[in-house]
T-cell receptor
Framework: GAVVSQHPSRVICKSGTSVKIECRSL??????MFWYRQFPKQSLMLMAT?????????EQGVEKDKFLINHASLTLSTLTVTSAHPEDSSFYIC??????????????FGPGTRLLVL | SQQGEEDPQALSIQEGENATMNCSYK?????LQWYRQNSGRGLVHLIL?????REKHSGRLRVTLDTSKKSSSLLITASRAADTASYFC????????????FGQGTRLTINP
């Protein structure tokens, strides 16, 4: 199946700093990428939908100025957690979908990035 | 928003037994998918069932879908220790950007 990578896999940072997480589709072009957040022992919560070349669409309650998303190419989307705080500590997972709406429904998930803010 | 509810939240069985997990959802869907997640890892896609399908098989997996009850079940037969993981259902709603909405998950433990 299609492969999606994330970098870094784990990051520890000080409160107030910004952290960038990359999501790459390795062997296919992803027209749409999704960013999820998962707290321990909980399910995945969709944060935003990212379409190549356009602004991301954020879910209700997700601050777009805090979680900056850039989808500059068909193989790369980045999530930047700005001015991170301990409550932002979580597991961040991206996924990528091939094709426009209605053509391909399977999403391929990255391995996740564990963020710990001290 | 999360619309899926999974039952049970945790399930512990002996190796070789069958494991059944259920998922309920609230709105109309295009399809429903099941994913597996090992602790601290990403999600692995297991199976997709479309809204016009009632049952689907893949190896030791059997998924059913009842759109009238807005529910689905995942059956893992002849369980193995390696099946220990969390299992999530995810629904893809009609229209829109085909965002997946995940259930709360079932933590499955297979005891050797």
């Amino acid at each position: 199946g299609a492969v999606v990578s994330q970098h870094p896999s784990r990051v520890i940072c000080k409160s107030g700093t910004s952290v960038k997480i990359e999501c790459r589709s390795l062997d296919f072009q992803a027209t749409t990428m999704f960013w999820y957040r998962q707290f321990p022992k909980q399910s995945l919560m969709l944060m935003a939908t990212s379409n190549e070349g356009s602004k991301a669409t954020y879910e209700q309650g997700v601050e777009k100025d805090k979680f900056l998303i850039n989808h500059a190419s068909l193989t790369l989307s980045t999530l930047t957690v700005t001015s991170a705080h301990p409550e932002d500590s979580s597991f961040y997972i991206c996924s990528a979908r091939v094709g426009p709406n209605g053509v391909q429904v399977t999403q391929y998930f990255g391995p996740g990035t564990r963020l710990l803010v001290l | 928003s999360q619309q899926g509810e999974e039952d049970p939240q945790a399930l512990s069985i002996q190796e070789g037994e069958n494991a059944t997990m259920n998922c309920s959802y609230k709105t109309s869907i295009n399809n429903l998918q099941w994913y597996r997640q090992n602790s601290g890892r990403g999600l692995v896609h297991l199976i997709l069932i479309r809204s016009n399908e009632r049952e689907k098989h893949s190896g030791r997996l059997r998924v059913t879908l009842d759109t009238s009850k807005k529910s689905s079940s995942l059956l893992i037969t002849a369980s193995r220790a390696a099946d220990t993981a969390s299992y999530f259902c995810a629904t893809d709603g009609i229209g829109g950007a085909q965002k997946l909405v995940f259930g709360q998950g079932t933590r499955l433990t297979i005891n050797p």
